[in-house]
């Protein structure tokens, strides 16, 4: 463990024993053999109802994962649940300690990597990403399912939820890093409403970034809904003068897209990036007088 300026943040841990990304092909020939979960989740502006959307047709078998189910007891979007709680969901969708997860969502790549995320935190290191998500499925001509939802087969034993921290960064922690440094921030919105130019989705928060953070919007990541090749990655993050050799917190705009970042870096060898789960929805809030920077990253 290093701690560095007060955030603590997880070494080198060994690499997952499954790939961070699969492909349509792979999850067609591999779907009797995995736990497959939609965790499609939409902000207001993209008038898309994710649920809806499910019961109307999904990939075989899939269970629903709703990302804003919590017991957090907080007034910000979808925070981490409790470890019970997120162990029940879990169980519930038929998902054990042994379970190959395989995630995914309707816009491509967007909000999936968040539950690949949280299962993460959560002590699963045996999860993957549907690139290209259920367009990419569709794409490919894969089978989808219409009929109604049917129950999640059972899970084998029940699921072992154990809470990582170093995976997750508090409010706090990112105070002490604005003090004493160590961790590189790095945000996942849009060059708007990173530099103050673009309203913030969310009424009532300040425009801006944490001051010193580096800017990498998620979709600079993607391209057509896929993750980009890791080389391009590198090339992404090298612009955005995102130093990889260091300690790194990821944020956005409410704990979903830094988990893109996240994502991408796993791909490069990165499993350590921790993830600022409050985000911008926490640190934009006037109440909290919280430095503000606007403008170009500096």
């Known amino acids: ?30 779907l009797s053999t995995v736990r497959v979960i939609d965790a499609s989740w939409y902000l207001p502006n993209m008038q898309r109802d994710a649920k809806a959307e499910f019961r109307a047709s999904r990939i075989p078998s899939s269970g629903f994962f709703d990302i804003d189910e919590t017991d957090a007891m907080s007034d910000l979007p979808h925070m981490l649940p409790s470890e019970g709680f997120f162990a029940s969901r879990m169980s519930a969708l038929g998902v054990d300690s042994a379970s190959h997860v395989v995630c995914y969502d309707g816009a491509g790549l967007f909000s999936s990597p968040r539950l690949w995320w949280m299962l993460r935190a959560f002590g699963h290191q045996r999860v993957s990403v549907l690139d290209g998500g259920m367009p990419g499925w569709i794409a490919l001509g894969a089978e989808v399912e219409t009929d109604a939802p049917a129950a999640p087969a059972t899970a084998a ?72 090749p890791p080389e391009q990655l ?4 090298a612009e955005a003068r995102v ?56």
């Open 1 to 30: 463990l290093t701690t560095l300026g007060g955030l603590a943040l997880i070494g080198r841990e060994r690499m997952s024993s499954v790939p961070p990304l699969v492909s349509a092909a792979w999850l067609r020939a591999s």
């Open 234 to 237: 590198r090339e992404v993050f």
């Open 157 to 228: 034993s029940p699921f072992e939820a154990t809470l990582n921290r170093e995976l997750l960064v508090t409010l706090d922690q990112m105070r002490a890093n604005m003090d004493k440094g160590g961790a590189v921030v790095v945000d996942a919105r849009s060059t708007g409403r990173f530099e103050g130019t673009a309203p913030e989705p969310r009424a009532g928060l300040r425009g801006g970034h944490i001051p010193k953070a580096r800017s990498v919007p998620f979709a600079s990541l993607l391209r057509d809904g896929y993750l980009l």
């Open 243 to 298: 130093p990889l050799e260091q300690p790194l917190a990821l944020m956005c705009g409410s704990g979903v897209t830094a988990s893109v970042l996240a994502l991408a870096l796993q791909v490069l060898g990165r499993p350590d990036a921790a993830v600022y789960d409050g985000s911008w929805s926490e640190w934009g809030q006037p109440s909290l007088d919280t430095p503000v920077a606007k403008g170009p990253s500096l």
